[in-house]
């Protein structure tokens, strides 16, 4: 496993705190333009992220999403947290 690997699924880990689904679908649509990112249905948050896009990607999109939640309560490394505040660029 390397390194975006491991951070793809720390944020996957991050999300189940705050009760947040993860799902990796196929986006491609003939008939309209879907893009990965974050939606509520029947109460539920999920973040879609198309299956098809590269890891750097993914953990680029979750970590766009997850930042929009109130995080201050949550253990969460400092490099993490680094990379959640965009200070981090690197992955």
Do not use: H, W, Y
Not at 9 to 38: C, H, P, Y
């Amino acid at each position: 496993m390397n390194s975006n690997d491991s951070l793809l699924q720390s944020l996957i880990e991050l999300a189940e705190k705050l009760s947040v689904r993860v799902i990796f679908k196929n986006l491609k649509d003939d008939e309209f333009v879907i893009k990965s990112g974050m939606c509520s249905i029947k109460g539920d948050t999920l973040i879609i992220i198309d299956s098809r896009v590269s890891l750097e990607e993914k953990v680029k999109t979750l970590c766009k999403e997850l930042k929009k939640f109130n995080l201050d309560n949550i253990f969460i490394s400092p490099a993490m947290r680094d990379i959640l505040q965009g200070q981090n660029e690197s992955f």
